[in-house]
C-alpha cells in the first residue's frame, strides 16, 4: 500500500482521558520544579501536576470537535489579501500541476499549463504532477517564494522550462508573466517534434472572463472578480528560442462551463478531437488533436467554473510567453515581456544566489558548483511546493455517529510530495519548516498561525488537511475522514524551538498564538496520555489483530513500525513521551518568553527529561535498550489460511494470508523492535551526556548488524523479526527496514549536539556525525543526479531512492545537514 493511504487513515482507539479539575492542581503546579534527580523520588506525590495537565481524569463532555476554537485567530482577518500582503498575494501556490498560479483568496481565479506532444498516436495530456507519467526529471531549480521562479523539466525527448516573474503594483498583487521554453532532446537531424501548449484560466465560483479572439485564435482575455477588480491576459506568439524570430503556428481555443477546478483536466481531455493537417509552409503535413466544443456537465450539475483555454501549436523549439496585467496598475513602465522579462529574472536569480550562499554559506565550505545547484533545487522545491487551499476537512468525532463538515478556512502550507501528497500534513510541516525559516521567519510564523488557526474547540488539529475539490481528487474516498481523537508528532514544537533560539519568535506574534498552543499541548496530555502517569500512548492503533502482522500506528507517523503485538490501554509508547518532554520544555521557554506562569510546563519538563523516570518506564534490561511496553509476544506471523470446502456447486473461496499467534501476549516491554523509536531519547536530546544509556544507543546506531548503512540509518534493526516484513499480503514494510531522511536528520542534529558537550562518549558523538553527515549527504546527491529527483525514502542495501517521487518535503533537510544547520 502506499505511504499515503497508510498514513491517511486513522482508525479510532478508545475513548481519550478527558480533562481534570485544575484548583489545587494549579496551586501545586506553581512550586518550584524538583531537581531532574529528584523526580523519581516524589512521582507518586506528583499527580496533582498530572492532573493540571490532563493525564487520567475524567471529567464533564468535551465541547464539540467542529467547534471553532475560543481564542481570537493567530492571523489577523484578511491577512492574506493584497491589501495586507501584496507579495504574496499571487504565487504558484498550485503544487499539484506541473505549472500554475492563484491568488491567495478563498474562491480565487486559477492559471495552469498543460501540454501535449501531438506525434503520440494517443494523446497523453500533461496537466498534474502524477507519477504514471513517468517523467525523467521535473522540479524547481530556483524559487525565491516571492518574486520568480526557474523550473526545468524533461519529458521523453522533450525539455521544457517554465518561468515566471512577478512585478509589483496596483492595488491586487501587481503583474506576472510566464516564459515557456521548449527544446528537443535526442539525436540531431530527427524531424521536428510537434507540440500543443495549453494555457487556461479558470474561476471558481464568482467572476467572469471574456475572450477576445482574432482570426479563431484567443489573443487574449479580459477577466473580473470580486479580489482583482479588472484583468486582462496576453497569449504572445511563438518565437524562436532566442525570442526574435516569430514562429509558424495552429491555434485552438475552448470556452466551456465546468463543474469545478478539479475538473479541468478532464474537459480538456474530453474536448480534443482530430483536426485539419498543421503545416509550416515546405514542411510535411500533420494531422493534431486540437480543443473543441465540450458540451458542459451532465444535467443536473450546476457549473461552478468559467474555463477558457488558449492552444499553441507548434514545432520546436520554441518560447512562448503569457502576460498577466491587473487593471489597478496605473503607472506600468512597460509589459513584463521579452528583454524586460528577462532583465527581471536574471537580476531576482542574482539576488536569489547571493541570499542562497548568505543562508546556507554552501560554497564557504567547500561544496562543488554541482553540489549548491542541487542544493538549491532541494531547497526551491520544497518552497515552490508551497499551496494555498481553502475549504472543510471530513471529521468523525466520539461525539457523532457520521463524519461531518469541519470548520471551513484557508491553509497556507508546504507539502511532501506534488504527485502523491500535494497537501497538508501536520508532522511532515514542522520538519518543512526547519528548513523555511532559515530562509523566512515570517513565512514560517504565517504557516504555523494557518495551522492553529484550524484548530477545534477541544485544541486538535486534523492531522491531514484535504481542504477542496482539487485536493480530494488526490485521496480515495476511504482515506478523506479525519478522526478528532488521532493525534500526530507535535513537530511544530521543534519549529518554535529553533525560532527561538534564532531570535525570530517575533512577540506580538507569540502573544497571539499561546492561547492555541496552551490548547494542542492540553489536548495532547488530555487524550494521549497513558494509564501509569507521565507515560503517553498513540490513539489510533489498528483494532483488527487477525489480518496485520503488527497493527498499523499511524498516528504515530511511524505507520507500521512495530509496537505491542495486541493494542491495550496499558500500551507506552516512547517516542510520544519524548515528543511531549520537547512540547513541555518549549511551552515553558515560551511561557516565560512572553511573562506568563511557566511554573507547570518546566516542571512537567523536567519529569519527562529525569533520565531515571525515563528508564523506570522504557530502559528494557533484558533487551539492553529502551522500548515500548504493552501487551505483546513476538511469537506471530502471517500464514495462509484454510477456509472451509464451500457447499456443492459454490467456488472455491480465496485464501487470505491471516495472523498466526503462536505465544500468548502479555505485559512486557516490546521486543524485536529495535530502531528509529529505540533513538527517540537520544533524537530529541533528552539524555544526560554522562549516561551510559547514550552509549549504548551510539553503539546500537554505529552497529551494521542493527541500524548502521553507508547510506544513513535504516527504521528498523537487520536482526528485528519485522525487518523487511510486509505487515499484510498487501502492504509491504515502510518503517521497517529503508531509510527515512527526517529521522536521519534528527540523529545528525543530535549527534552534533552531544559532540560539544562534555562527557565519555563526547568523541564517539563526534566521529558518528561526521561520518553519518557525510553518508546522507552523498546518496542523497547522488541518486537525484542518477534519477532527477528526492525520494520519499532510500533502499537501506543498496542507497537507491524508493517511494514516491518527487519527495521534496523532509528529504530536503539534506540541505541543513550540508548547511550544518541545526
Same mark, same amino acid.
Given at each position: 500500500?502506499?505511504?499515503?493511504?497508510?498514513?491517511?487513515?486513522?482508525?479510532?482507539?478508545?475513548?481519550?482521558?478527558?480533562? $481534570?479539575?485544575? %484548583? =489545587? +492542581?494549579?496551586?501545586? @503546579?506553581?512550586?518550584?520544579? #524538583? *531537581?531532574?534527580? &529528584?523526580?523519581? !523520588?516524589?512521582?507518586?506525590?506528583?499527580?496533582?501536576?498530572?492532573?493540571?495537565?490532563?493525564? $487520567?481524569?475524567? %471529567? =464533564? +463532555?468535551?465541547?464539540? @470537535?467542529?467547534?471553532?476554537? #475560543? *481564542?481570537?485567530? &493567530?492571523?489577523? !482577518?484578511?491577512?492574506?489579501?493584497?491589501?495586507?500582503?501584496?507579495?504574496?498575494?499571487?504565487?504558484?501556490?498550485?503544487?499539484?500541476?506541473?505549472?500554475?498560479?492563484?491568488?491567495?483568496? #478563498?474562491?480565487?481565479?486559477?492559471?495552469?499549463?498543460?501540454?501535449?506532444?501531438?506525434?503520440?498516436?494517443?494523446?497523453?495530456?500533461?496537466?498534474?504532477?502524477?507519477?504514471?507519467?513517468?517523467?525523467?526529471?521535473?522540479?524547481?531549480?530556483?524559487?525565491?517564494?516571492?518574486?520568480?521562479?526557474?523550473?526545468?523539466?524533461?519529458?521523453?525527448?522533450?525539455?521544457?522550462?517554465?518561468?515566471?516573474?512577478?512585478?509589483?503594483?496596483?492595488?491586487?498583487?501587481?503583474?506576472?508573466?510566464?516564459?515557456?521554453?521548449?527544446?528537443?532532446?535526442?539525436?540531431?537531424?530527427?524531424?521536428?517534434?510537434?507540440?500543443?501548449?495549453?494555457?487556461?484560466?479558470?474561476?471558481?465560483?464568482?467572476?467572469?472572463?471574456?475572450?477576445?479572439?482574432?482570426?479563431?485564435?484567443?489573443?487574449?482575455?479580459?477577466?473580473?472578480?470580486?479580489?482583482?477588480?479588472?484583468?486582462?491576459?496576453?497569449?504572445?506568439?511563438?518565437?524562436?528560442?532566442?525570442?526574435?524570430?516569430?514562429?509558424?503556428?495552429?491555434?485552438?481555443?475552448?470556452?466551456?462551463?465546468?463543474?469545478?477546478?478539479?475538473?479541468?483536466?478532464?474537459?480538456?481531455?474530453?474536448?480534443?478531437?482530430?483536426?485539419?493537417?498543421?503545416?509550416?509552409?515546405?514542411?510535411?503535413?500533420?494531422?493534431?488533436?486540437?480543443?473543441?466544443?465540450?458540451?458542459?456537465?451532465?444535467?443536473?450539475?450546476?457549473?461552478?467554473?468559467?474555463?477558457?483555454?488558449?492552444?499553441?501549436?507548434?514545432?520546436?523549439?520554441?518560447?512562448?510567453?503569457?502576460?498577466?496585467?491587473?487593471?489597478?496598475?496605473?503607472?506600468?513602465?512597460?509589459?513584463?515581456?521579452?528583454?524586460?522579462?528577462?532583465?527581471?529574472?536574471?537580476?531576482?536569480?542574482?539576488?536569489?544566489?547571493?541570499?542562497?550562499?548568505?543562508?546556507?554559506?554552501?560554497?564557504?565550505?567547500?561544496?562543488?558548483?554541482?553540489?549548491?545547484?542541487?542544493?538549491?533545487?532541494?531547497?526551491?522545491?520544497?518552497?515552490?511546493?508551497?499551496?494555498?487551499?481553502?475549504?472543510?476537512?471530513?471529521?468523525?468525532?466520539?461525539?457523532?455517529?457520521?463524519?461531518?463538515?469541519?470548520?471551513?478556512?484557508?491553509?497556507?502550507?508546504?507539502?511532501?510530495?506534488?504527485?502523491?501528497?500535494?497537501?497538508?500534513?501536520?508532522?511532515?510541516?514542522?520538519?518543512?519548516?526547519?528548513?523555511?525559516?532559515?530562509?523566512?521567519?515570517?513565512?514560517?510564523?504565517?504557516?504555523?498561525?494557518?495551522?492553529?488557526?484550524?484548530?477545534?474547540?477541544?485544541?486538535?488539529?486534523?492531522?491531514?488537511?484535504?481542504?477542496?475539490?482539487?485536493?480530494?481528487?488526490?485521496?480515495?474516498?476511504?482515506?478523506?475522514?479525519?478522526?478528532?481523537?488521532?493525534?500526530?508528532?507535535?513537530?511544530?514544537?521543534?519549529?518554535?524551538?529553533?525560532?527561538?533560539?534564532?531570535?525570530?519568535?517575533?512577540?506580538?506574534?507569540?502573544?497571539?498564538?499561546?492561547?492555541?498552543?496552551?490548547?494542542?499541548?492540553?489536548?495532547?496530555?488530555?487524550?494521549?496520555?497513558?494509564?501509569?502517569?507521565?507515560?503517553?500512548?498513540?490513539?489510533?492503533?489498528?483494532?483488527?489483530?487477525?489480518?496485520?502482522?503488527?497493527?498499523?500506528?499511524?498516528?504515530?507517523?511511524?505507520?507500521?513500525?512495530?509496537?505491542?503485538?495486541?493494542?491495550?490501554?496499558?500500551?507506552?509508547?516512547?517516542?510520544?513521551?519524548?515528543?511531549?518532554?520537547?512540547?513541555?520544555?518549549?511551552?515553558?521557554?515560551?511561557?516565560?518568553?512572553?511573562?506568563?506562569?511557566?511554573?507547570?510546563?518546566?516542571?512537567?519538563?523536567?519529569?519527562?527529561?529525569?533520565?531515571?523516570?525515563?528508564?523506570?518506564?522504557?530502559?528494557?534490561?533484558?533487551?539492553?535498550?529502551?522500548?515500548?511496553?504493552?501487551?505483546?509476544?513476538?511469537?506471530?506471523?502471517?500464514?495462509?489460511?484454510?477456509?472451509?470446502?464451500?457447499?456443492?456447486?459454490?467456488?472455491?473461496?480465496?485464501?487470505?494470508?491471516?495472523?498466526?499467534?503462536?505465544?500468548?501476549?502479555?505485559?512486557?516491554?516490546?521486543?524485536?523492535?529495535?530502531?528509529?523509536?529505540?533513538?527517540?531519547?537520544?533524537?530529541?536530546?533528552?539524555?544526560?551526556?554522562?549516561?551510559?544509556?547514550?552509549?549504548?544507543?551510539?553503539?546500537?546506531?554505529?552497529?551494521?548488524?542493527?541500524?548502521?548503512?553507508?547510506?544513513?540509518?535504516?527504521?528498523?534493526?537487520?536482526?528485528?523479526?519485522?525487518?523487511?516484513?510486509?505487515?499484510?499480503?498487501?502492504?509491504?514494510?515502510?518503517?521497517?527496514?529503508?531509510?527515512?531522511?527526517?529521522?536521519?536528520?534528527?540523529?545528525?542534529?543530535?549527534?552534533?549536539?552531544?559532540?560539544?558537550?562534555?562527557?565519555?562518549?563526547?568523541?564517539?558523538?563526534?566521529?558518528?556525525?561526521?561520518?553519518?553527515?557525510?553518508?546522507?549527504?552523498?546518496?542523497?546527491?547522488?541518486?537525484?543526479?542518477?534519477?532527477?529527483?528526492?525520494?520519499?525514502?532510500?533502499?537501506?542495501?543498496?542507497?537507491?531512492?524508493?517511494?514516491?517521487?518527487?519527495?521534496?518535503?523532509?528529504?530536503?533537510?539534506?540541505?541543513?545537514?550540508?548547511?550544518?544547520?541545526?
Amino acid at each position: 500500500m502506499a505511504r499515503g493511504e497508510r498514513r491517511r487513515r486513522a482508525p479510532e482507539g478508545p475513548r481519550p482521558h478527558e480533562r $481534570g479539575p485544575r %484548583g =489545587a +492542581a494549579a496551586a501545586a @503546579a506553581r512550586k518550584a520544579p #524538583p *531537581a531532574r534527580g &529528584a523526580a523519581v !523520588a516524589v512521582a507518586l506525590g506528583l499527580t496533582a501536576v498530572w492532573g493540571l495537565l490532563g493525564g $487520567g481524569f475524567w %471529567g =464533564a +463532555a468535551p465541547p464539540s @470537535a467542529l467547534a471553532p476554537h #475560543p *481564542a481570537a485567530r &493567530a492571523l489577523p !482577518a484578511n491577512s492574506s489579501s493584497a491589501a495586507a500582503a501584496p507579495s504574496l498575494f499571487w504565487g504558484s501556490y498550485r503544487p499539484h500541476v506541473y505549472l500554475g498560479m492563484k491568488t491567495r483568496s #478563498p474562491r480565487a481565479p486559477v492559471a495552469g499549463f498543460m501540454w501535449l506532444r501531438q506525434a503520440d498516436r494517443e494523446p497523453r495530456l500533461r496537466h498534474t504532477c502524477e507519477q504514471s507519467d513517468r517523467l525523467d526529471r521535473y522540479g524547481w531549480l530556483l524559487h525565491d517564494g516571492v518574486h520568480f521562479g526557474v523550473q526545468e523539466i524533461r519529458d521523453a525527448g522533450l525539455h521544457l522550462e517554465t518561468t515566471f516573474v512577478k512585478r509589483p503594483g496596483g492595488r491586487h498583487g501587481g503583474d506576472w508573466s510566464w516564459r515557456i521554453t521548449v527544446r528537443p532532446e535526442g539525436i540531431v537531424g530527427t524531424p521536428p517534434v510537434l507540440i500543443s501548449l495549453f494555457f487556461y484560466v479558470a474561476t471558481d465560483g464568482q467572476g467572469t472572463l471574456q475572450p477576445v479572439v482574432e482570426k479563431n485564435r484567443m489573443a487574449s482575455l479580459a477577466g473580473t472578480t470580486e479580489e482583482l477588480g479588472e484583468f486582462t491576459m496576453s497569449f504572445q506568439q511563438p518565437t524562436s528560442e532566442a525570442g526574435m524570430i516569430p514562429l509558424y503556428a495552429s491555434y485552438n481555443y475552448l470556452e466551456a462551463k465546468v463543474e469545478g477546478l478539479h475538473r479541468l483536466t478532464d474537459v480538456v481531455k474530453a474536448s480534443l478531437s482530430p483536426r485539419f493537417v498543421y503545416a509550416p509552409p515546405g514542411a510535411p503535413k500533420h494531422r493534431y488533436f486540437g480543443v473543441d466544443t465540450y458540451w458542459g456537465p451532465p444535467d443536473g450539475i450546476e457549473p461552478l467554473s468559467q474555463l477558457l483555454v488558449h492552444q499553441v501549436t507548434v514545432a520546436v523549439p520554441c518560447q512562448l510567453e503569457v502576460l498577466f496585467e491587473s487593471g489597478s496598475v496605473t503607472d506600468r513602465a512597460g509589459r513584463l515581456a521579452e528583454g524586460t522579462l528577462t532583465q527581471e529574472l536574471a537580476r531576482h536569480r542574482e539576488a536569489f544566489e547571493e541570499r542562497f550562499e548568505r543562508t546556507f554559506m554552501l560554497a564557504r565550505k567547500g561544496f562543488s558548483a554541482q553540489e549548491q545547484d542541487f542544493a538549491k533545487a532541494a531547497f526551491s522545491n520544497m518552497l515552490g511546493g508551497m499551496g494555498y487551499f481553502y475549504g472543510h476537512s471530513l471529521v468523525q468525532s466520539p461525539h457523532s455517529d457520521l463524519p461531518q463538515h469541519y470548520l471551513e478556512g484557508p491553509l497556507f502550507t508546504a507539502v511532501p510530495s506534488r504527485s502523491f501528497f500535494p497537501r497538508g500534513f501536520l508532522w511532515d510541516e514542522g520538519f518543512h519548516q526547519l528548513l523555511l525559516s532559515r530562509w523566512d521567519p515570517l513565512l514560517t510564523h504565517e504557516v504555523l498561525a494557518h495551522w492553529f488557526d484550524l484548530m477545534n474547540a477541544e485544541g486538535w488539529i486534523p492531522r491531514e488537511q484535504i481542504l477542496g475539490d482539487e485536493a480530494r481528487t488526490k485521496v480515495p474516498a476511504e482515506f478523506v475522514v479525519q478522526h478528532s481523537s488521532a493525534g500526530n508528532p507535535p513537530t511544530f514544537f521543534l519549529v518554535l524551538q529553533q525560532l527561538l533560539s534564532q531570535g525570530t519568535a517575533d512577540m506580538p506574534y507569540l502573544r497571539r498564538l499561546y492561547p492555541r498552543l496552551q490548547s494542542w499541548y492540553d489536548w495532547y496530555n488530555r487524550t494521549q496520555a497513558g494509564r501509569v502517569p507521565y507515560t503517553f500512548q498513540w490513539r489510533g492503533r489498528d483494532q483488527d489483530t487477525q489480518v496485520f502482522l503488527n497493527p498499523k500506528t499511524l498516528t504515530s507517523g511511524l505507520d507500521d513500525y512495530p509496537r505491542a503485538s495486541h493494542p491495550s490501554p496499558d500500551e507506552r509508547h516512547l517516542d510520544l513521551r519524548c515528543w511531549m518532554a520537547l512540547a513541555s520544555d518549549v511551552m515553558a521557554k515560551v511561557a516565560e518568553h512572553l511573562g506568563e506562569p511557566a511554573g507547570a510546563y518546566q516542571h512537567m519538563a523536567d519529569i519527562l527529561a529525569d533520565n531515571q523516570l525515563l528508564g523506570q518506564h522504557h530502559w528494557a534490561e533484558a533487551l539492553g535498550t529502551f522500548a515500548d511496553f504493552g501487551n505483546h509476544t513476538q511469537a506471530v506471523s502471517l500464514e495462509r489460511e484454510r477456509p472451509r470446502p464451500p457447499p456443492p456447486g459454490q467456488p472455491l473461496p480465496t485464501p487470505r494470508l491471516l495472523r498466526v499467534v503462536r505465544k500468548p501476549p502479555k505485559l512486557q516491554f516490546v521486543g524485536g523492535a529495535l530502531g528509529y523509536v529505540t533513538l527517540f531519547p537520544l533524537l530529541l536530546q533528552l539524555l544526560q551526556p554522562e549516561s551510559s544509556r547514550l552509549g549504548t544507543l551510539l553503539a546500537d546506531m554505529r552497529n551494521e548488524k542493527h541500524l548502521w548503512t553507508p547510506f544513513g540509518l535504516r527504521s528498523l534493526s537487520r536482526s528485528s523479526p519485522f525487518y523487511l516484513q510486509h505487515n499484510t499480503e498487501h502492504d509491504p514494510p515502510y518503517w521497517r527496514g529503508p531509510i527515512w531522511i527526517n529521522i536521519n536528520y534528527l540523529a545528525v542534529r543530535a549527534l552534533h549536539h552531544y559532540s560539544l558537550l562534555e562527557g565519555p562518549f563526547q568523541e564517539k558523538a563526534a566521529t558518528l556525525y561526521r561520518e553519518l553527515r557525510a553518508n546522507l549527504i552523498a546518496n542523497v546527491f547522488r541518486q537525484y543526479m542518477e534519477s532527477g529527483y528526492l525520494w520519499e525514502q532510500y533502499h537501506d542495501g543498496t542507497g537507491k531512492g524508493q517511494g514516491c517521487y518527487p519527495f521534496t518535503g523532509w528529504s530536503a533537510l539534506v540541505v541543513l545537514m550540508m548547511a550544518e544547520e541545526y
